[in-house]
C-alpha cells in the first residue's frame, strides 16, 4: 500500500469518532442515566411516538407496550436503536422519518428517546393472580377464544394473533378489548402508511345474487376488496356488481361482561397468554 492509501492515526480516530457519534457500532446507549437525556428524550417521544405508544409509552392500541423490560423486537440498547432507526417491516413500526409524525430524528434524539424509555422501564412484571393452566383450558374450550384467535400458529384466523400480545399490550389495555373491543377502532384508518391495519374492520356486503356476507376487510381498493368471513373463507368481490357494501368500526368480537366471562377466568386467560408470550 502507498503513503497516498495510508489512514493516519490522527484521521483514524476521527473516523471513529464520527462513527461513534452517528450511533454505528453502538452497543451501548452512550446518554444512559442521564437526566438531561431523559428529559429531552420524554419531549421526542411525544412528538414522534406517543401516536402509537401512547403518553408514557404504556401502549396506545396500535403500538406496544414499552414500559416493559421485555421487547419483541430485541431488548437491548443496540436493538432498540435499531428498531426505531430502520423500523420493522410488515408491521405499523415505521422507520426514522417515514410515518408523517413528528420530524426525522439525529442519532442523539434516538438515543435520548431510549434513554426514555429506560426511565419508564418496569423491571419486574406484576404477579399474576390467574392460573395459566385453567387460562389455556378457557382460551381453546370454554371461552373459545381459539375460534378467531391464534396463539403459536394454532387457532383462528378472524381476530388478532396473540401469541405475544402480552408483550406488546398493558394488562388494562387487554382487560378493555375483551370487556368493550370496540372502544379503539378509529376512523380514516390508512393501509398505505402502515400506521394502522386494515384488518379487522368489520365489512357487509350483499352480492348480486342478494347473499349478505359479513366479516373482515384484509385488502381494498377504489375498485375491489377482500375479505374473511365468520367460518374464515376468503372472498375477493369488484364493488360495482355489488348490491351493497357497508363498513362499520363496530368490532366483531363481542363485549364479554363479567356474567359472561367474569374477572378471575379472564386473569386465567391473561396468565396463560403472558405464558405462552415469553416461550
Excluded at 39 to 66: Q, S, T, V, W
Aim: with cysteine; glycine share 10%.
Amino acid at each position: 500500500m502507498t503513503n497516498a492509501y495510508r489512514w493516519s492515526p490522527p484521521f483514524l480516530f476521527m473516523v471513529v469518532m464520527s462513527l461513534a457519534c452517528m450511533g454505528v457500532g453502538q452497543d451501548h446507549n452512550p446518554l444512559a442515566g442521564d437526566v438531561k437525556a431523559t428529559k429531552a428524550g420524554e419531549y421526542e417521544f411525544r412528538i414522534n411516538c406517543a401516536f402509537c405508544h401512547g403518553l408514557g409509552g404504556r401502549g396506545g392500541g396500535r403500538g406496544p407496550d414499552l414500559s416493559k423490560a421485555a421487547k419483541r423486537h430485541g431488548s437491548a440498547d443496540a436493538d432498540l436503536f435499531h428498531t426505531i432507526s430502520n423500523g420493522v417491516p410488515g408491521t405499523a413500526m415505521p422507520a426514522n422519518g417515514t410515518n408523517g409524525q413528528g420530524v426525522g430524528m439525529t442519532d442523539e434524539e434516538i438515543w435520548q428517546i431510549i434513554t426514555y424509555i429506560r426511565s419508564i422501564e418496569l423491571k419486574a412484571p406484576p404477579a399474576s393472580s390467574g392460573s395459566a393452566t385453567y387460562g389455556k383450558r378457557l382460551f381453546e374450550e370454554d371461552a373459545n377464544c381459539s375460534t378467531c384467535h391464534m396463539v403459536h400458529g394454532k387457532g383462528g384466523r378472524i381476530g388478532p394473533d396473540l401469541t405475544g400480545v402480552a408483550i406488546s399490550r398493558t394488562t388494562n389495555a387487554l382487560i378493555e378489548s375483551v370487556r368493550n373491543p370496540s372502544q379503539h377502532l378509529a376512523w380514516g384508518l390508512t393501509e398505505s402508511t402502515k400506521e394502522f391495519a386494515q384488518e379487522y374492520r368489520s365489512v357487509t356486503v350483499v352480492t348480486a345474487e342478494g347473499k349478505q356476507i359479513k366479516g373482515v376487510t384484509l385488502n381494498e381498493d377504489q375498485f375491489t376488496v377482500q375479505m374473511m368471513d365468520l367460518a374464515q373463507r376468503i372472498y375477493s368481490f369488484d364493488k360495482s356488481r355489488l348490491r351493497s357494501f357497508q363498513e362499520s368500526r363496530e368490532s366483531l368480537m363481542p363485549a364479554y361482561s363479567e356474567k359472561e366471562l367474569s374477572d378471575q377466568n379472564l386473569k386465567d386467560i391473561l396468565a396463560y397468554l403472558a405464558s405462552v408470550a415469553t416461550e
